[in-house]
């Protein structure tokens, strides 16, 4: 009988070596770190290798999801960096609208949030009522933010939020022109002017409702402080939250308006 047991002893020695083994790859300094504790010295400097993010999750299909898309016009400005640590914090993805004027003067920020997996879009260069303008002025409006955005991130936007909501039937026919869906919003705070947290948080979270496109200002302090607690509260509701163009499936029509994902469509089933 002692045969088997020693296979089995020696066996278990082997496991225990492999299992703090393959933990101490995954923790090398910990160990050092507690030992040079002890001994009155400060931590040690290394830090250790963390194993791969793993990858990320395909988005939902908002067909039957529950989803909503937050947006955020007329950055980048100071707030920003801010709000993509706690949009990065929660693992959410939103949609930002850039005024070309702002992005030339901020184009790391603009790196950051497509790097982070934001979609990034035109809201014109000077935040200009592109419905009410030429069509020279608004062509040279869309265009010119276009580029800033391009040679800040390499990425070409394929969604243009008019300021003001305006757009006109000239406008439309520019946006379907260069590639650009128009997308509206169907919850507003009006965060611009309410500059009160607790105000715009209770305002997106009594009227959001599956499907919905949110809009609101990173340019606003009050609001970024607003977002952890509604992120925080949807979530708990089931909410999913994508881009724009997550939101439709990656199915947007150049020229085309979009407020929120068709309510013919099913929503939010369980
Ligand atoms: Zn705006």
């Avoid at 910990?30 to 999750?57: C, F, N, W, Y």
């Avoid at 500059?195 to 609101?216: C, F, H, N, Q, S």
């Avoid at 990173?218 to 163009?245: C, M, N, Q, S, W």
Wanted: proline share 9%; aromatic share 6%.
């Amino acid at each position: 009988m002692d045969g088997p047991v020693l296979v089995r002893r020696a066996a278990a020695a082997v496991l225990a070596a492999a299992i703090c083994g393959w933990l101490s790859t995954f923790a090398p300094g910990a160990g050092r770190a507690e030992l040079t504790a002890a001994h009155g010295r400060g931590p040690v400097q290394k830090t250790p290798k963390r194993p791969p993010e793993p990858p990320e999750p395909p988005p939902p299909d908002c067909a039957r999801a529950k989803c909503v898309a937050l947006t955020f016009d007329d950055g980048p400005g100071e707030s920003t960096a801010e709000l993509l640590d706690i949009l990065a914090a929660r693992k959410v993805k939103a949609t930002f609208f850039l005024i070309g004027e702002n992005v030339v003067k901020r184009p790391d920020l603009v790196r950051r949030e497509r790097d982070a997996g934001h979609e990034i879009a035109d809201h014109s260069y000077t935040h200009a009522d592109l419905g009410r303008t030429s069509k020279k002025k608004a062509f040279s409006e869309l265009t010119r933010t276009q580029d800033a955005i391009r040679q800040a991130s390499g990425y070409t936007p394929v969604l243009l939020r008019p300021p003001y909501g305006s757009t006109s039937k000239r406008l439309t026919e520019l946006t379907r022109e260069l590639g650009l869906a128009q997308v509206l919003w169907a919850v507003d705070p009006v965060d611009w002017e309410h500059r009160d947290t607790g105000y715009v948080e209770r305002r997106v979270l009594k009227a959001v409702k599956p499907g919905d496109i949110v809009l609101m200002h990173d340019i606003h302090p009050t609001t970024v402080k607003a977002v952890p607690g509604i992120i925080d509260r949807l979530a708990g509701e089931g909410y999913a939250f994508v881009t724009v163009p997550e939101l439709f499936g990656g199915r947007l029509i150049p020229g085309e308006e979009y407020d929120r994902r068709n309510s013919g469509e099913a929503q939010g089933l369980p």
